[in-house]
Structures are given as structure tokens and as C-alpha cells.
């Protein structure tokens, strides 16, 4: 099993409807969540980080979080086709050394207008 | 200047050619990385400097040398690079903790780097 796991999609949503992104890990003493956007040759931008288990929003963005299940979620609300990119999932694991963040390796996302 | 700087933003080399890529934090962070990601694939740490001393490297060949002289700056010294090494290659940095758990990795905006 991956370590952090996402579909790679493309997952399609029209203009105006909500976007949701999955993404599962392996670490039960993982506590520190966060979500990428990276537009196609661009680096990655932080769209939201999340520690503590439940929702979390930022304008459009909400994050949702639940440790027992070992899940955590990227809704976008009202999306518009500049949403259209990747999303990436980083979640810090402890391993042999102590913690590093992996990163999954992203769900895309296209928003038709 | 502010975040994470990269330079070059481009760069084409020979197989037989040596060049560094430079990246430079602007955020108070002790804590850098080497990313590579290739086309459609996804994020490869290369290598973590945490408090300046390399604390990871992924199995990556010895032809990428990094180099991280203060807390700010990172190098990556490039040298006999083969066509395959084309790639995006990303720096990174952050804020860890004492107990080694780090917080939002904030990245350049990369090098776009193809090998001849």
C-alpha cells in the first residue's frame, strides 16, 4: 500500500458545481495535512493545510480531515474552469528517522465552462 | 525578493557538460529540499538539508551533488547528466519542529532542465 494514496483522476465537474478530492494514508500518527494546487509546468502552491480532525475552510476551499479513517478531503465550492489543475495531497509520516511528508501523486481536475 | 527563488528558470546542457542549479529561501525556514518531477509523474524527493545537514537522499545518483552552505541557500551541482535527467526540478522549503515533524513546504518555481 501506498503511503498516500489519490485517484489520479482527471476528475471532470462543471462550472459552478462541487469539487471533491479524495486522499488516503497509511500513517495512524500522522498529524500534519496539507493540499497542493500545481497548474500544468508550474511548482506547486498551498491551497490548505490541516492538523486537527474535521473541516477546515478557506473561501472555496474547505478541507476535511478524519484520522480514525485515515482520510482527508479537498472540497471546492462554486468551481470555475480556472480551478482546473492538479491537486496534490502531502501528509507527514513518522518512518525510521522521524517524520517526512510524502506527497501523492495528484488527482486532476477539470472544470468545464 | 520574497519566498523561494530558483535559478536558472531554464537550463539545456550536454551530457558532457557541468552546471549548478542555485535555490534561495526568503522565509526564516531551517529546513530545504531537491525535488524532481518528470512529465506526468509525480514529486521525487532527492534530497532533505534540515539544520544544514543532509538528513535524507533517495537513493539518487551520483552525478546530482547537492550542496547547502547555509541555512538559506541550496545548491544542486549537475555533472554527466543523461537524456532521462530532463525534468522539472523543484526546491523546496519549510519549518521543522524540534521533534523533527515540519510544517508547509513552500516551493520555487523550479528549473526547467533538458539534457541533450
Known amino acids: 500500500q501506498k503511503e498516500v494514496e489519490q485517484n489520479s483522476g482527471p476528475l471532470s465537474v462543471p462550472e459552478g458545481a462541487i469539487a471533491s478530492l479524495n486522499c488516503t494514508y497509511s500513517?495512524?500518527?500522522?498529524?500534519?495535512f496539507f493540499w497542493y494546487r500545481q497548474y500544468s509546468g508550474k511548482s506547486p502552491e498551498l491551497i490548505m493545510s490541516?492538523?486537527?480532525?474535521g473541516d477546515k475552510e478557506d473561501g472555496r476551499f474547505t478541507a476535511q480531515l478524519n484520522k480514525a479513517s485515515q482520510y482527508v478531503s479537498l472540497l471546492i465550492r462554486d468551481s470555475q474552469p480556472s480551478d482546473s489543475a492538479t491537486y496534490l495531497c502531502?501528509?507527514?509520516?513518522?518512518?525510521?528517522?522521524?517524520?517526512?511528508?510524502?506527497f501523492g501523486a495528484g488527482t486532476r481536475l477539470f472544470v468545464k465552462a | 525578493e520574497t519566498g523561494v527563488t530558483q535559478t536558472p528558470r531554464h537550463l539545456v546542457m550536454g551530457m558532457t557538460n557541468k552546471k549548478s542549479l542555485k535555490c534561495e529561501q526568503h522565509?526564516?525556514?531551517?529546513?530545504m529540499y531537491w525535488y524532481k518531477q518528470s512529465a506526468k509523474k509525480p514529486l521525487e524527493l532527492m534530497f532533505v538539508?534540515?539544520?544544514?545537514?543532509?538528513?535524507e537522499n533517495n537513493s539518487v545518483p551520483s552525478r546530482f551533488s547537492p550542496e547547502c552552505p547555509n541555512s538559506s541557500h541550496l545548491f544542486l551541482h549537475l555533472h554527466t547528466l543523461q537524456p532521462e535527467d530532463s525534468a522539472l526540478y523543484l526546491c523546496?522549503?519549510?519549518?521543522?519542529?524540534?521533534?523533527?515533524?515540519?510544517?508547509?513546504?513552500?516551493f520555487g518555481p523550479g528549473t526547467r532542465l533538458t539534457v541533450l
Open positions: 522565509l526564516g525556514h531551517n529546513a
Open positions: 538539508y534540515n539544520f544544514k545537514e543532509q538528513t
Open positions: 490541516i492538523y486537527s480532525n
Open positions: 502531502a501528509v507527514n509520516i513518522f518512518n525510521t528517522g522521524g517524520f517526512k511528508t510524502i
Open positions: 500513517d495512524r500518527v500522522s498529524q500534519s
Open positions: 523546496a522549503s519549510s519549518q521543522e519542529s524540534a521533534s523533527g515533524s515540519s510544517y508547509e513546504q513552500f
